[in-house]
């Protein structure tokens, strides 16, 4: 999956980000297992970084989405 521009984020319906959530939260949580048991033995251990990363956008958006109901 290509890194996701906060633009990108913003274009998704709130349901689109909400759905991507809880896939990258699935996704984080199965690589940082895998790291912890396989004695840090994944592929690609910056994918973890990249999906933290990703969380942090979409809930930035979030939460502007949030403020501007206000």
Partial sequence: MPRLKAKDIRRMSKEERQKLLRELKLEL?????????????????????????????????????????R
Avoid: F, Y
């Fill in 29 to 69: 949580i199965k690589l940082r297992g895998q790291a912890h048991s396989g004695g840090g033995s994944i592929e690609k251990p910056a994918r973890i970084r990249e999906i933290r990363k990703t969380i942090a956008r979409i809930l930035t958006v979030e939460r502007e989405e949030e403020l501007k109901q």
